[in-house]
């Protein structure tokens, strides 16, 4: 059983540009969820979704980030026009129910 | 809001003695978990302490959980030169299922 896949590991962006992070939760797993951690730093929750849905947006900067999970596919985690502060690690989880979540190995974005 | 402190930010041991760290949070939670970070990798779960629960085991680790004090510690026992990593508590919100992590303890092994 497959963990929690993210893609890419790494990517560079330059300012102004979009991102998009795919993240594919462990088989049998329809809660996602995603986190931003800065250097040194614990991780800040973002976005939690179900199938096609948002449940919990809270953390999420109200411009430029957008998160998806399609009914069929990855979930997308979208930065729009993207500025320096946004390099970070980015990690998707996912669970089963209410309980134990998994991660991914993440994605480092660098914007130059 | 709610926010996990770990204690100390940062701890150095001999190999083979033990590894304490502490955790706090501010609000009422469903229950703590504790993960693991090496440098520059994804985290991985270590142990789920539920709120009704004070002790748990799994290994050489050993977590505990004062709901009245709002405070968990986690035990590393016999510390190997693998066991240095970060060290984050995440506690999860009643109703809410994000987790809060706190900022961690980087923990390191000498050998």
């Known amino acids: 059983n497959a963990g929690v896949m993210q893609n890419p590991r790494h990517l560079v962006r330059r300012r102004g540009q979009e991102a998009r992070l795919r993240c594919s939760p462990m088989?049998?797993?329809?809660?996602v969820y995603w986190y931003r951690q800065l250097p040194e730093e614990g991780l800040k929750f973002m976005v939690y979704?179900?199938?096609?849905?948002?449940?919990?947006e809270s953390g999420m900067p109200k411009e430029r980030f957008s998160a998806e999970f399609p009914k069929e596919g990855p979930s997308i985690l979208r930065i729009q026009q993207v500025v320096r502060g946004d390099s970070a690690a980015y990690f998707c989880?996912?669970?089963?129910?209410?309980?134990?979540?998994?991660f991914g190995a993440g994605t480092r974005l660098s914007v130059l | 809001s709610q926010q996990g402190e770990e204690d100390p930010q940062a701890l150095s041991i001999q190999e083979g003695e033990n590894a304490t760290m502490n955790c706090s949070y501010k609000?009422?939670?469903?229950?703590l978990q504790w993960y693991r970070q090496n440098s520059g990798r994804g985290l991985v779960h270590l142990i789920l302490?539920?709120?009704?629960?004070r002790e748990k085991h799994s290994g050489r680790l050993r977590v505990t959980l004062d709901t009245s004090k709002k405070s968990s510690s986690l035990l590393i026992t016999a510390s190997r030169a693998a066991d240095t990593a970060s060290y984050f508590c995440?506690?999860?919100?009643?109703?809410?299922?994000?987790?809060?992590f706190g900022q961690g303890t980087r923990l390191t092994i000498n050998p």
């Open positions: 979704l179900q199938k096609e849905n948002i449940i919990d």
């Open positions: 302490i539920r709120s009704n629960e």
């Open positions: 609000t009422s939670i469903n229950n």
């Open positions: 995440a506690t999860d919100a009643m109703g809410a299922q994000k987790l809060v």
């Open positions: 989880a996912s669970s089963r129910t209410d309980d134990i979540q998994y």
């Open positions: 088989k049998g797993h329809s809660h």
